[in-house]
């Protein structure tokens, strides 16, 4: 009996490693990028380029945010917010279950070996059993061994082991993508707050001159000087400031609720950068002249793309096998008698060697559709990864031509500004001198005003735009 057990541990150690011999999953290959080698900007097409390693041979250090966004005060509100916020607590959340999820299906490749012990005790009565008097029947049994385990000969477990292990990968890239989303949209929200508490600080500035205005035409309207034309124009100037000054105060109460929800804690108006219009995101690094296309690769959603069009491919692969003979196996061995003090003796040796065979010969169609649809899937999935891609290019150019028009734009807004400024200068003094009337000076007043806003405009654009091509470059 012994040999015969060691026989039957030694088949099922064969069988096991036997196990996986095939996979009918088609090879996966990483598709071609369906964009152009290199961007477009202002001046054309930047030139094809190998810089891809340099912009991100910082890629995995999860800090490098920091030399991007160097205020501190703005490095402390994104600390905060990979803290606190809770759209990115659930993307942490959703890997921990992927990465539970996985480990359960890596765990169906071995066999599962259990250690059992019973005991029975029954009471036989004579109706049942023929006897003269009724007895006690006791057995009792100690056992290792496997249950049901599948011996994977054409890699279904395999591939839904690799497609599990696939999804996963996906679901640690989702969350660098929360992570760079999360991180853009508080310096975003930083940036905007700024640029309210500038417009809000223009607008009171420009209401305290406009109501000293108005007091002086007041009195020349009490002395005859002027009419009252004048007057009201200078109160309608006045009060419109005012407006705006209520505007903007709610503008900037909104945007730093906006922060607040962000970063999951109070944002102290104080806190905020000073002089940030003048270098609106001073860590950005400059974009390199011969910025290849294939930066795309790194982008954290083409990655999640490229995982789930990985387990789309393995799927494949089991819905294949499923055509094939599965195999499983159930074995043990142990010890079994009658007494329980003779549970251990010599000759109480006891084993299990059963082998099962399934071999499916009708199931309606079920397997194919099951192969089609796994194959559809896949299909979808490159569609996925090839749209990911084409959007990322996108963002990409789009950034790359809002940055150089920026620059542009800021420099010729700074010459209306000062043009604007020396306008109502000169309308000022003319309106002193008497030489003109009060209409020029609230011509004047009024460009001057929007030049200002329109400046804010701009450098909160600007700020949002190096961002945003950060982001879709995803270097930090």
Same mark, same amino acid.
Request: aromatic fraction near 8%.
């Given at each position: 009996m012994?040999?015969k057990m060691?026989?039957?541990?030694?088949?099922t150690?064969?069988l096991?490693?036997l196990?996986?011999c095939?996979?009918?999953a088609?090879?996966?290959q990483?598709?071609?990028?369906?964009?152009?080698a290199g961007f477009v900007?202002?001046d054309?097409?930047?030139?094809k380029g190998?810089?891809?390693?340099?912009?991100h041979?910082?890629?995995?250090?999860?800090?490098?945010?920091?030399?991007?966004?160097?205020?501190?005060?703005?490095?402390?509100a994104i600390?905060?917010?990979?803290e606190n916020n809770?759209?990115?607590r659930?993307?942490?959340?959703?890997?921990?279950k992927?990465?539970?999820q996985?480990q359960?299906?890596d765990?169906?490749?071995?066999?599962?070996?259990?250690?059992?012990g019973s005991?029975?005790?029954q009471?036989i009565?004579?109706?049942?059993?023929?006897?003269?008097d009724?007895y006690i029947?006791r057995?009792?049994g100690?056992?290792v061994?496997?249950?049901?385990?599948?011996?994977?000969?054409?890699?279904?477990v395999?591939?839904?082991?690799e497609?599990?292990?696939?999804?996963?990968?996906?679901?640690?890239?989702?969350q660098r993508?929360a992570?760079?989303?999360?991180i853009?949209?508080?310096?975003?929200?930083w940036y905007s707050l700024?640029?309210?508490q500038?417009?809000?600080k223009?607008a009171e500035?420009t209401?305290?001159?406009?109501?000293?205005?108005?007091t002086?035409i007041e009195r020349?309207?009490?002395?005859?000087v002027?009419?009252?034309?004048?007057?009201?124009e200078?109160?309608?100037?006045?009060?419109?400031?005012?407006?705006?000054?209520a505007?903007f105060?709610?503008?900037?109460?909104?945007?730093?609720n906006?922060?607040?929800?962000l970063?999951?804690a109070p944002?102290?108006?104080?806190s905020?950068?000073?002089g940030?219009?003048?270098?609106?995101?001073?860590g950005?690094?400059s974009?390199?002249?011969n910025l290849?296309?294939?930066?795309?690769l790194?982008?954290p959603?083409v990655?999640q793309a490229?995982?789930?069009?990985?387990?789309?491919n393995?799927n494949i692969?089991? /819905?294949?096998?499923?055509?094939?003979?599965?195999?499983t196996?159930?074995?043990?061995?142990g010890?079994?008698s009658a007494?329980?003090?003779?549970?251990f003796k /010599?000759?109480?040796?006891?084993?299990l060697f059963m082998?099962q065979?399934?071999?499916p010969i009708?199931?309606?169609?079920?397997?194919?559709?099951?192969l089609?649809v796994a194959?559809v899937?896949?299909?979808?999935?490159l569609?996925?990864y090839?749209?990911a891609?084409?959007?990322g290019?996108r963002?990409v150019a789009?950034?790359l031509?809002?940055?150089?028009?920026?620059?542009?734009?800021?420099?010729?807004q700074?010459?209306v500004?000062?043009?604007?400024q020396?306008?109502?200068? @000169?309308?000022?003094?003319?309106?002193?001198k008497?030489v003109s009337?009060f209409?020029?000076?609230l @011509?004047a007043?009024r460009?001057y005003? /929007?030049?200002?806003?329109?400046m804010i405009n701009?450098?909160q654009q600007?700020?949002?735009?190096?961002?945003?091509?950060?982001?879709?470059l995803a270097?930090y």
């Amino acid at each position: 009996m012994q040999l015969k057990m060691k026989y039957g541990v030694m088949a099922t150690v064969m069988l096991t490693l036997l196990g996986g011999c095939a996979n009918l999953a088609p090879d996966y290959q990483q598709p071609m990028a369906p964009v152009p080698a290199g961007f477009v900007n202002a001046d054309g097409y930047i030139n094809k380029g190998s810089d891809k390693e340099a912009l991100h041979a910082n890629t995995h250090d999860v800090n490098q945010w920091k030399q991007v966004f160097v205020d501190p005060q703005l490095q402390a509100a994104i600390v905060q917010s990979l803290e606190n916020n809770r759209d990115w607590r659930i993307a942490m959340l959703n890997v921990s279950k992927a990465r539970a999820q996985y480990q359960l299906s890596d765990a169906e490749r071995w066999p599962s070996v259990d250690a059992k012990g019973s005991g029975t005790n029954q009471r036989i009565p004579t109706t049942s059993s023929g006897a003269a008097d009724s007895y006690i029947a006791r057995s009792y049994g100690a056992n290792v061994g496997i249950t049901s385990f599948e011996l994977d000969f054409f890699g279904r477990v395999k591939n839904l082991n690799e497609a599990a292990l696939s999804q996963y990968m996906a679901t640690t890239e989702a969350q660098r993508s929360a992570r760079l989303s999360l991180i853009a949209n508080v310096a975003n929200g930083w940036y905007s707050l700024a640029a309210e508490q500038e417009r809000l600080k223009v607008a009171e500035a420009t209401l305290e001159s406009r109501q000293a205005s108005f007091t002086l035409i007041e009195r020349r309207f009490a002395v005859g000087v002027i009419g009252e034309l004048d007057l009201r124009e200078a109160q309608t100037l006045k009060e419109s400031a005012a407006v705006d000054v209520a505007r903007f105060k709610s503008q900037m109460q909104q945007a730093r609720n906006a922060l607040q929800l962000l970063v999951g804690a109070p944002v102290e108006v104080a806190s905020l950068p000073a002089g940030w219009q003048e270098q609106s995101v001073p860590g950005v690094p400059s974009i390199p002249a011969n910025l290849a296309s294939s930066v795309l690769l790194q982008r954290p959603d083409v990655l999640q793309a490229e995982q789930q069009l990985r387990a789309a491919n393995a799927n494949i692969g089991a /819905a294949r096998a499923a055509f094939f003979p599965s195999i499983t196996l159930t074995a043990n061995a142990g010890t079994a008698s009658a007494e329980l003090g003779n549970l251990f003796k /010599a000759g109480s040796g006891a084993w299990l060697f059963m082998p099962q065979i399934n071999l499916p010969i009708f199931d309606g169609g079920r397997n194919q559709a099951n192969l089609d649809v796994a194959k559809v899937e896949r299909d979808l999935a490159l569609a996925n990864y090839e749209k990911a891609i084409q959007s990322g290019f996108r963002e990409v150019a789009d950034g790359l031509v809002q940055i150089d028009g920026d620059s542009a734009q800021l420099q010729a807004q700074a010459r209306v500004l000062k043009s604007s400024q020396q306008a109502l200068t @000169i309308a000022e003094a003319r309106f002193q001198k008497g030489v003109s009337g009060f209409l020029e000076v609230l @011509i004047a007043k009024r460009s001057y005003y /929007a030049a200002q806003l329109v400046m804010i405009n701009l450098q909160q654009q600007q700020a949002a735009n190096q961002i945003g091509l950060y982001k879709a470059l995803a270097l930090y």
